[in-house]
């Protein structure tokens, strides 16, 4: 009996053993890939967190964030026009002061007709959208974008006071925004870009966008090249 009893125990505490180690086991396993996943979630946080503070080490300084995209929109003007179909700093209102970035030059009827471009980065705002998507609320990310979306309205509603004074220039301009999801965001806002059009008389490019313009206006100076000869 004694003995049976042993041969009973040991069993039980072996199955115990297996049972313990195999849950444990799994558990370990569990909690492993648990911990992975958090891992790599901390880590695309950091990511995330490092591109924000990329951008504010970048843009820190006023100047810097409107000669930045300034520069890139120069570099894809010079990339598809002749340095005589653009031109830089501009004073196309003689009753102001106001000087447009740039503007595209067409062939009018009596004179050259000019395409005001201007070159905005709202830095704060976008980075306020990249804040609230990933740690904010969902009101959080309403409130970020309806501030973007009111800093395009005034930058519209600037640019045609100042700058679109047909038959000096054409009938509406050009708002460009240096970063293609800059872009992407503002063109994501409901009734934004047709009412931009609409109440301004102003179009919203990024990059992407403005070169098929500029490969268009570039294909339309040769039509124009080829007339006159």
């Known amino acids: 009996m004694t003995t049976h009893f042993n041969q009973l125990f040991q069993l039980v505490t072996n199955k115990l053993h297996e049972t313990i180690d195999k849950k444990l086991g799994e558990s370990f396993m569990s909690v492993s890939s648990r911990l992975d996943l958090v891992h790599r979630g901390l ?13 504010k080490n970048v843009f820190q300084n006023v100047k810097a964030k409107g000669m930045w995209g300034e520069v890139q929109l120069e570099s894809l003007l010079a990339q598809f026009l002749a340095p005589g179909q653009f031109k830089k700093n501009v004073n196309i209102n003689p009753r102001t002061s106001e000087f447009i970035e740039f503007v595209v030059l ?15 980065f ?32 005034e930058e519209a ?16 301009a050009i708002l460009f925004l240096p970063l293609e999801s800059l872009y992407l965001e503002v ?15 102003v179009i919203v490019s990024g990059p992407t966008t403005l070169m098929a313009l500029l490969h268009s206006l570039q294909v339309g100076f040769k039509t124009i090249a080829v007339e006159k000869r």
């Open 157 to 172: 509603k600037r640019i045609k006071q100042k700058y679109i004074v047909p038959p000096t220039t054409t009938d509406f």
């Open 43 to 55: 880590g695309e946080m950091q990511n995330l967190a490092k591109s924000v503070s990329d951008i």
């Open 106 to 120: 067409f062939p009018g009827q009596h004179d050259m007709v000019m395409l005001p471009i201007d070159a905005k």
């Open 122 to 153: 709202p830095h704060r705002s976008y980075e306020k959208i990249i804040e609230a998507d990933s740690k904010g609320t969902a009101k959080e990310r309403e409130q970020a974008r309806a501030a973007l979306k009111q800093r395009i309205i």
């Open 187 to 201: 063109i994501q806002i409901s009734g934004l870009v047709q009412d931009l059009q609409q109440s301004y008389q």
